[in-house]
């Protein structure tokens, strides 16, 4: 409930202000009433006409502000008395309004005015954020000033939706006697002003749907970026783990490699030796087969010689057998082949 200070406070923008007071809710038009005194006129006037362009509001209720000529001269208890006389005399006409309470979550307004089968003089949405940091609607209040439409409301037999009457308020319709046609623009600008708030409202509730779903999409994308960094860099590991175990083999197959090198590097050397000592042998053999070769042709040549010399022989031991003895022949005859055997041998 706002206090003389509350008021006060949101007064002394427009000025310096001397004296504020706040008088009790009117038995018949259940409403407050109060008045400001500035320290000047100027900062009062200030006020009243930036209230007739933008109309202010304190703790969610809408000022009627007005100017109180010639209060300056009267004592306080005269002017409250002026002020509640003028308050009441505006209070001629009254209206019932019905504030009805809607859960459920609802998509649109579309939706809701199809529910309800008629459109509301007023919907106010109960909105939450969700876990992703959208804004959901999760029920409203709507306005109404007439009974039997709320009735036929509640009555309905659609479950899409719980509803009940949670408020009924009665309020003043104002006739403005000495200024009938300042309140008639005062009604078409608050119209326009409503109807521009209404008009950005709905297109910031359409932006802010577009940034949820946009949201939801880049949540989406982020879900499958982060499944596909989480694959490539599990496919990353492994392949890293192949490459150390490649490269380990080829340090293994490097070094089986260097080895072999080694020893074959060795047996080359070996052969190379063994080669260059077969070589000499192959050399010395041939030496030998080859003076073996002339030995063996001068063995044959003298065989041949002693061959034809003991042929030779044979012959003259022949003739000199038939002129000699026979023990004596023999004798020379078996000292003769003694002698070639042991040339032979």
């Known amino acids: 409930m706002t206090t003389e200070h509350d008021l006060e406070r949101f007064c002394a923008r427009f000025g310096n202000v001397i004296e504020c007071t706040i008088f009790p809710v009117d038995e018949i038009s259940r409403k407050r009433s109060g008045y400001v005194k500035f320290a000047s006129c100027h900062s009062a006037e200030k006020m009243y006409h930036q209230s007739r362009d933008t109309p202010f509001s304190i703790d969610q209720s809408t000022l009627d502000i007005e100017l109180g000529r010639g209060a300056s001269n009267l004592s306080t208890d005269e002017h409250k008395k002026k002020i509640l006389t003028i308050f009441n005399k505006k209070s001629s006409h009254s209206s019932t309004t019905y504030i009805l309470h809607i859960e459920g979550q609802i998509t649109n307004n579309e939706e809701l005015i199809e529910y309800l089968k008629s459109k509301p003089l007023s919907i106010k949405f109960i909105e939450q954020v969700d876990d992703n940091g959208g804004i959901v609607k999760m029920g409203a209040q709507v306005t109404y000033n007439d009974k039997e439409l709320v009735d036929r409301i509640l009555e309905q037999k659609d479950e899409r939706y719980k509803t009940k009457l949670v408020a009924t308020k009665t309020s003043n319709k104002r006739e403005h006697e000495s200024q009938p046609s300042l309140y008639a623009k005062r009604s078409k600008l608050s119209q326009s002003i409503h109807s521009s708030i209404d008009f950005h409202l709905r297109s910031i509730t359409k932006l802010t749907r577009d940034l949820h779903e946009e949201n939801e999409h880049l949540q989406n994308d982020k879900s499958v970026l982060k499944t596909n960094v989480r694959e490539q860099t599990s496919k990353i590991k492994q392949m890293e783990a192949e490459t150390a175990d490649l490269i380990e083999s080829s340090n293994k197959a490097h070094c089986i490699a260097k080895c072999i090198a080694e020893k074959y590097k060795l047996r080359e050397e070996e052969y190379q030796k063994h080669s ?70």
């Open 276 to 345: 260059d000592n077969s070589n000499k042998v192959i050399l010395e053999l041939e030496t030998l087969l080859k003076t073996t070769n002339e030995h063996f042709s001068k063995a044959k040549e003298e065989i041949q010689y002693l061959t034809n010399q003991v042929a030779s022989l044979k012959r003259q031991l022949e003739e000199s057998t038939n002129r000699q003895s026979p023990s004596i022949r023999e004798y020379e005859i078996e000292q003769f082949f003694l002698a070639v055997e042991q040339y032979l041998t």
